[in-house]
Antibody
C-alpha cells in the first residue's frame, strides 16, 4: 500500500544541523510533488517546503528559507530535508506527505526534532 | 501568508451535526476549489478526509461533507460519534509564495 516513513529526527543543539529522510513505497514516487509539514508541540500544522516531481523546483516557508534544503532521489524513492542553523522554534514533529493538487495524502508517521541546549 | 481562520473548538452530542468554518481570502479559498480537510487524533498523523472542497477519499465516512461559499469553506460532521473527537484542519491552495496554507485548527469534542 502507499506508505511514507520518516527518519532522522532527534535532539540537536541550537545552531546545529540534522537531515531528515522519508522513504516512499507503494506508488510511483517520481510522479508526485512531495512536501515537508511540521507541527510544534500543541500547535497547528505549518507547511515547510515542497519539491516538484523531478526536483527542478523547490519552495520554502519564510521561517526556514536559507536554512533548510529539500531534495529527493527518485531512484531511491526518497525525500530529504537538510536542516541547518537550527533554532528552538524549529522544535516540532516533521511529517512528509505526498502532494497532489490542493491536497496532501498520505502522510508519514512523523519524526520528532528537538532543538535544545 | 496568514493561516486560514478556524474556530478553536466546537462541541456536540452523539448523533448531532456540527459544522466547522474555515475563512480565507480571495487569494486562496475565494478563488480556488483546492480546499482540503484533515482529521488528526492525538499522537497520530493527520488524515485526509475531504479534498477539492467536497470530495471524500475512498474509505472516509459519508458523515463528513464539505462545502464552500465565497472566502469560507465548511466541514460538516453529521451523526457525531465518539471517534470523531479529534483536531480538524483545513487547507487551501494560495497564490502566495507558500502555495498552500493551513487553517488554525479546530478541536472537536463529542
Amino acid at each position: 500500500q502507499v506508505q511514507l516513513v520518516e527518519s532522522g529526527g532527534g535532539l540537536v543543539k541550537p545552531g546545529g544541523s540534522l537531515r531528515l529522510s522519508c522513504a516512499a513505497s507503494g506508488f510511483t514516487f517520481s510522479d508526485y510533488y512531495m512536501t515537508w509539514i511540521r507541527q510544534a508541540p500543541a500547535k497547528g500544522l505549518e507547511w515547510v517546503s515542497y519539491i516538484t516531481d523531478i526536483g527542478k523546483a523547490q519552495y520554502y516557508a519564510d521561517s526556514v528559507k536559507g536554512r533548510f534544503t529539500i531534495s529527493r532521489d527518485n531512484a531511491e524513492n526518497s525525500l530529504y530535508l537538510q536542516m541547518n542553523s537550527l533554532r528552538a522554534e524549529d522544535t516540532a514533529v516533521y511529517y512528509c506527505a505526498r502532494r497532489r493538487a490542493g491536497r496532501f495524502d498520505p502522510w508519514g508517521q512523523g519524526t520528532l526534532v528537538t532543538v535544545s541546549s | 501568508q496568514s493561516a486560514l481562520t478556524q474556530p478553536a473548538s466546537v462541541s456536540g452530542s452523539p448523533g448531532q451535526s456540527i459544522t466547522i468554518s474555515c475563512t480565507g481570502t480571495s487569494s486562496d479559498i475565494g478563488t480556488y476549489n483546492y480546499v482540503s480537510w484533515y482529521q488528526q487524533h492525538p499522537g497520530k498523523a493527520p488524515k485526509l478526509i475531504i479534498y477539492d472542497v467536497s470530495n471524500r477519499p475512498s474509505g472516509v465516512s459519508n458523515r463528513f461533507s464539505g462545502s464552500k461559499s465565497g472566502n469560507t469553506a465548511s466541514l460538516t460532521i453529521s451523526g457525531l460519534q465518539a471517534e470523531d473527537e479529534a483536531d480538524y484542519y483545513c487547507c487551501s491552495y494560495t497564490t502566495t509564495t507558500t502555495l498552500d496554507v493551513f487553517g488554525t485548527g479546530t478541536k472537536v469534542t463529542v
